[in-house]
């Protein structure tokens, strides 16, 4: 009698699942930290600090919500900002954390020559247990972003292995990193968020080959995979393509051509790009939705400035693009014409032709650079695509149109990007761009008095109604696609509301992590 | 009786003594002619937040701001200190990223090391004994294939068949994912080992296999295989026996030579598998021209081939007495 009960038991027990064992989510999506998990030195700038909070942080409509601070004042004249901390935030070592804590993570990370970039940053201090006041040697209201990225960490314990033994307030805490294989890490328990639905979340790095190869065999439930073929996703899991401002463009040299030369000897200026028909009539031309379906096979979207979406772009600047007859006019009427039959445009003489550069190790890039170069041939100009190393991109990019992406969630890119002061630096301002009226704009929405204050002007920037670097402007810039971030998401996975990504792969998926949940069971 | 064995160790030494200091200038004037910019390689994709001042101060922070040969003459300086430097691109001491990675890696390379070596000669001499039949002809076929084929391929396509096909083998890691180290049983870890051990050895194999055919080929050909011959040895007793001795010389000589290929072939199956070892730091360190890191690799990987020949020449000259004569 008693056997067919035990054997009845059995069943039942093997049946039913194990109630506490809660299954790790394992996640494949790169972006492995080199150097370890250190915000001071730049770890989380981008994406999500997973173990240490921010001061504030953006949410899935990139408005600014308090983290830990609970409410934030910036000084009349823009230079000093207050900060409240929430009295119950405690780092994963139990600690509470406090103003010295945020004082000191801000002093040190402007001292440390890292990836955070706090030069505009003169002192913090800890006014009391609770208030911390920052204060900058200018008006600079990007500075925000630092407030929504620089995660705190404890003054006490902070030193040299910091970055692989990290401690902070935030949602997670590390386990195990095993470099180049995994990391593993589990809920703070002191996190002063809420609930988070995982015991355990693995990071698997390594080759994308190996985060497919995964998926495949059910191993892993968030996959970061290239957009040519994430639509063949694996059973269980579905395929995800987040929207991002991760773009791509082309930069215009806007001087013309005096025979100037960088300090490093590099030709400044094209005669041809200097006129602004040209560069008004190249984005009245591109066919962005042919672009998008020719180089990213159709996933991604039109970019027509190079924060499209983001609370700073203005809609306004752009101008319709896909239309060669309006290019035409436009070359026509500024005297651009064809007269000796080669189906090319001439204006006194000079050919109406400039080379497109891009780096030809980057398929997507070289795909856009032929793809626009066949239509602008439609309205007769010759812009021949040309492949080259990044080396030789630097030395050409003040006198040839070169294929660029940009695209953060931090609005100073627009200031670096069309600011006088930072023609011919870096990557930035390559054409050498510098209008008194747009730099006087980028300068009040540094100075603004609030975040939301500065947006009007970063938008007068682009275009004001006469002026900006928009296309309906100086057209800078003729911006080509924003490409998507595609994903195999676990069909039992929910992951709530999503931002539009910044440029750049892996952990800007996370940013929501702890609010992730199980559908099924 | 061993003589030659200090005689050895003394030219060994003389030579090491040159080749290091060469190879360090040699390895760092390829780096400093690199055309990559450490900074912008560290910033990366960043850019839009870190300003041209933040560049300078990262730079200024590196030491990337001083002219090469001051760098170079600083790196040297800490060397007599026996400190390789801060790696750029992990931001920690290179003797640390190489301790850490280190272990991974030689359990990866001295298992396909022996593997391939025990499997390379067997089938050698199986093939010779066979000469002509149907064994010696699938053997050399294979050995043929497998010469050809890259050893990233051949990872892929383990992974298709064995972890994606058939579900026996896991697809990455040297670990299942979700479990800490402690958590994972032995059986795990030798499971996960399959896989990237068997494409490493792949890389090795096939030189080896036809080496040991003709060396032991020629073995039965000479007078002294006859004479066993006529007094009733069969070839698979003569190969196993004194045509082992014979062909175990060349082929170790000739595998331990080609130790640096099984280092260098680790880089790509590290990648393939998400194997935590020193291959992967390499490339890295590589692509973003982080010299000390580099430095500190590419003289652990010179000691690992010398020392890799150095024992060959030991364990050749143990095995075969022939080789103990002075040339």
Redesign the interface.
Known sequence: MIRPLKLLALAASLLMPAPSEA????LAIGGEP???F?PI??WG??GNPLFQSTLLRYDAELTLVGDLATDWTLSEDGRVWRLRLRGDARFSDGTPLTAEDVAFTYNTARA????A???VLKEARALDELTVELELTEPRITFV?RLA?LGVVPAATYGEGY??QPVGSGPFQM??W?????L?VEPNPYWHGGEIAFE?V?F????E???Q??A??G??DVVAVPPSMADAAPSGLAVLHVETVDNRGLAFPMLPDTGATTDAGTPIGNDVTADRAIRVAVNQALDREALVALALNGHGRPAMGPADGLPWDNPEAAIPGNDPTAAMATLEAAGWRDTDGDDIREKAGLRAAFRVLYPASDSTRQALALGASEQLRGIGIDAQPTGS???EIGALMHSQVVVLG???H?P??LF?LHHGD?AG????NTGHYANPAVDARLEAAEAASSFGASLGEWKAAAWDGETGFGPKGDATWAWMVNLEHSYWVSDCLDLGPLQIHP??HGFPITHDLPSWRWTCE | MRAWLPNLLAGRLVRLTWLLPLAAVGLFTLISLAPIDPVQAYVGGRSSQIGPEQRDAIAAAWGLDQPAAKRFASWLGQLTKGDLGQSITFNAPVMQVIATRLPASLALVGLAFVLSFVLGTLLGLTAAAMRGRWPDRVIRTLAVALAASPGFWVAILLVAVFAVGLGWLPACCATPPGQLATEVTLADRWRHMVLPVVTLSVVGIAPLVLHTRQSLIAFLKSPAAHHLATHGATPLRMALGPGLRHAAGVALTLHLAGAGEIFGGSVLAEAVFAWPGLGQATVRAATGADAPLLMGIGLATLLFVFAGNLLADIAARLADPRLRRPA
């Open positions: 299954r790790p989510l394992v080199d150097g370890g250190d030195m730049g700038h981008y440390a020559g890292g990836l970039d706090l030069t972003s990225t970055a692989r386990v195990e095993r470099e180049g294989e995994q593993l355990r693995s698997v790095f390594g080759s080959e190996a985060g190869a995964l495949r065999t191993a892993a190393s990044w080396d940009w695209g953060a931090d100073s890119e670096y930072y630096v870096d990557y930035y440029h750049g």
